[in-house]
């Protein structure tokens, strides 16, 4: 019997050491307590290190766990619990806590069963209590999170038929409640009745999928509210069908930025309309599917008299009225589109040639009617309308607009304010149908080498070209026969049908890629012209910034012309444009100044580096007293605002010296130079910049070589 109650207690001895469990037994008549060598080890401290007080325990307690590790311990002695459980922190050796859960309770009591003696053990959960601090910070970092998110957490119990919804997907299904618990058909209630069967399927998706599924629906809230919603999903404990888990998030506002956003791209953001892409794209499927079609290309008459009148802001208001106006008389069938400037397109399904007529009818008198606001009182507009009717399935937008275009030329000619209809008897030769075929001839021609680039030197008046080495930069457009095709022709057909900023972009990245290292040198500086299609565009300086470090070009090696014609179409576009150019120190020029009565309206709102004389009036400045006027006021005020100011087509002697006595600044025209490939303009650049150079060399060699031999001791048989 004594044998095994010693191997009992070896055995228990072993088995809590094993355990990695430390004793405690307390005596509570003599106050002795006895503390095992494990749960000393468990400090850090061997046999005999401490001394075995009833308050050991307490003395090595963390202070502010004291308080509550006291008070399990009286509250068990005075029998309101059946044992002692509490976690605490106690001082190791070294100076760090270590967390115990300390369980026991009274073992012995006396004969009035008073307890006189208590037994407990300690087990180290450091480790564990590291790992709920870790888990508690990930829950921390969860939930802000789902704060800043706004998402809310979800998950429905299958086999208890219950469902739990967090505080935040309750917010955003604007249910008032105090618990998470909600019936498990609540949710369906709240369903849109368009979205309510694709959501519900897509809810039990997970069940056969067992992945993650994303779903969007509407939901409407009790005040009759509509909000759009994510879901995430998955289905978990497979084996046992017990949960769908899911997120639920508001994404009304996103929806909404979304819809703003697609509208944006397919809308003209001053008047509403389509813009020109979302109407080829309407045309091509109309016209794959429509029997017969209409089209109505609509120019707008005495537009750019307005604007000079008035002002650009006026006729921002005169297109939003005409815009109003056109879409007030139009059937719900009909679509309309601005295609740019002041043009206009309708496309009209399922329509004859009595509908037509009475439609384009309607569209003449809007325009008419169009308030054009009291700046613009006295002026009036007008619409000359052309009309294509398309019953081939194969023909191409192009081509549809193109022939409606053509009829539009029909009926400016014939007077203006009036329709006309497209017919392949009467086209003529230059007509729109050619001009779209060249713009697509154009395209092909940017990637079979027979778009060229040219140059024309620009001149101090006065001095050799040398000395300003400045050019701008011309395309030229090599037929398919061989035959130059002049700017006059292929440029107007590149703006007319959308490929201009294509055309622009493709001459800029040429040129700076063919002779970016001669610009780099101060060779030569080039000059680009810009369209009203490239100068609107959002992207250009992306654009330009990225060719520029390819190449090497540097910014002040290279300026942009804007004509008052690009700058109507968009005024905050080329107001924008020419804040940037400045802010990379490209030079700008106003191009064909003084040819549009705002004008200066423009010089006055862009600070532009050079003003480019229409050469409307220089060509017949020598008989034209009116023209020297106009040109001398526009040089005065140049030099006033620190501009400096080109004349262009100078082709007569006696217009140069008139230009040269009034001091402007520079030309450019035929008589100066006519254009050439740009390639031998740079070239001959580069050889007069390496030849100044060599020479420069040279002349520093001979200098410093003077001065050595005036310093030099002379030689010795003549020193006397």
Known sequence: MAEKKNRDGEFWELALERAHLGVWDWDLRSGDCFYSAMWLQMLGYGEGELAETSDLWLQLTHPDDRERAVASGERHIAGLTDSIETELRLKHKSGHWVWVLDRGGVVERDAEGRPVRLMGVQTDITKQKQAEAELEQVNVRFRLALAASGTGIWHHDLAARKSYWDKRTRDIYGLVADTDEVSQDLWHSYLHPDDRADAERAHLAPLQTQKVVAVQYRIIKRDGEIRHVESLIRFADAQSLGQILGTVRDITEAKQREQELAHAARHDALTGLLNRAAFDRLLAEQIATARRLAVFYVDLDYFKALNDFAGHAAGDLALKSVAERILGCLPPSVHAARLGGDEFALLVPD?????????????????????????????????????????????????????????????????????????????????????????????????????????????????????????????????????????????????????????????????????????????????????????????????????????????????????????????????????????????????????????????????????????????????????????????????????????????????????????IDFGQGFLLHRPEPLQAIVARACATRASATQAGVTQAGVTRASKARASAPAPAGRRA
């Not at 309607?362 to 009617?369: Q, Y």
């Not at 009036?418 to 713009?439: C, D, I, K, Y």
């Not at 057909?493 to 001459?507: H, K, N, Q, Y």
């Not at 005024?571 to 804040?579: I, S, T």
């Open 351 to 663: 329509c004859d040639a009595a509908q037509a007529e009475r439609l384009a009818g309607a569209v003449l008198a809007a325009v008419r009617d169009a308030d054009l606001g009291s700046t613009a009182a006295s002026r009036k507009l007008a619409a000359s309308i052309g009309i294509a009717f398309v019953a081939d399935a194969n023909t191409a937008v192009a081509d549809a607009l193109a022939c409606a275009d053509d009829a539009c030329y029909a009926a400016k000619a014939a007077g203006r304010n009036r329709f006309a209809v497209f017919s392949p008897e009467t086209t003529s030769g230059s007509s729109g149908l050619n001009a779209a075929r060249l713009a697509a001839d154009t395209v092909d021609a940017m990637a079979d080498g027979r778009l060229k680039l040219f140059g024309q030197e620009i001149h101090q008046l006065g001095k050799p070209w040398q000395e300003s080495r400045h050019v701008e930069v011309l395309a030229r457009l090599a037929g398919r026969n061989g035959r130059l095709i002049p700017p006059g022709e292929f440029i107007p057909a590149a703006e007319r049908f959308g490929v201009a900023s294509r055309l622009d972009r493709w001459i800029i990245r040429t040129a700076l890629s063919l002779h970016g290292p001669a610009l780099k040198s101060g060779a030569l500086t080039l000059g680009f012209n810009l369209s009203a299609q490239t100068l609107s565009d959002p992207q250009l300086w992306d654009f330009v910034d990225a060719v520029i470090a390819e190449t090497g070009a540097p910014h002040s090696g290279i300026g942009f012309e804007i004509t008052e014609t690009a700058a109507v179409t968009n005024f905050a576009a080329a107001e924008q444009f020419v804040g940037k150019a400045r802010e990379r120190r490209c030079r700008v020029s106003l191009d064909d100044f003084g040819a549009g009565m705002s004008s200066f309206e423009y010089l006055r709102r862009f600070p532009v580096d050079t003003i480019k004389i229409d050469g409307a009036f220089i060509e017949h400045i020598a008989d034209s007293r009116f023209d020297r006027e106009i040109v001398s006021a526009i040089s005065g005020i140049a030099r006033s605002l620190g501009c400096s100011v080109v004349a262009e087509k100078i082709e007569a002697q006696d217009a140069l010296d008139i230009l040269a006595d009034m001091g």
